[in-house]
């Protein structure tokens, strides 16, 4: 007898934690967006483009409309690398156990341009688009850089 009503109790409790756990992921208690922060680092290696050779001593600026510091430079992880460390915005939406979505918040301007400055080169500016900065995250993209013929 106390065996039947322990089983009963638990087999309601099992189908009451079921039961929530499903509503909550169909949202039936509500949802909230959580904005946060990301810094996402991308590398870059320099390199002279005649030559091949790699290029150091280079340092960089990121800029956007009304974002005149978009990014920062971090200590260089080995030679002819640079690394830019770039707060991206993300928004979820969260309910009590799931993250339903996640999104890139949008900016002002949808393009970052990445300066790289060198004395003895032009200096090339690539430009990313802000939605397209996570995936690129732990790649290494390759900047050739041109003799200024002028100096």
Request: a positive charge; hydrophobic letters at 45%; glycine letters at 4%.
């Amino acid at each position: 007898m106390f065996a039947n009503k322990t089983l009963t109790i638990v087999l309601v409790f099992l189908a009451a934690l079921f039961l929530f756990v499903l509503a909550d992921y169909f949202r039936l208690f509500g949802s909230s967006e959580k904005t946060f922060i990301d810094m996402t680092e991308l590398n870059f290696r320099t390199i002279d483009a005649k030559s091949g050779a790699l290029v150091t001593e280079v340092h960089i600026r990121c800029f956007q409309k009304r974002n005149q510091n978009a990014c920062a430079e971090k200590e260089s992880p080995g030679i002819g690398l640079i690394t830019a460390v770039i707060p991206i915005k993300i928004v979820k939406d969260r309910s009590f156990l799931f993250d339903h979505q996640t999104k890139i918040q949008g900016t002002a301007d949808p393009k970052l341009h990445i300066m790289f400055i060198h004395n003895d080169y032009n200096n090339p500016v690539k430009t990313l688009m802000v939605n397209d900065i996570p995936s690129l995250a732990g790649q290494t993209i390759t900047i050739e850089f041109n003799r200024d013929l002028q100096k």
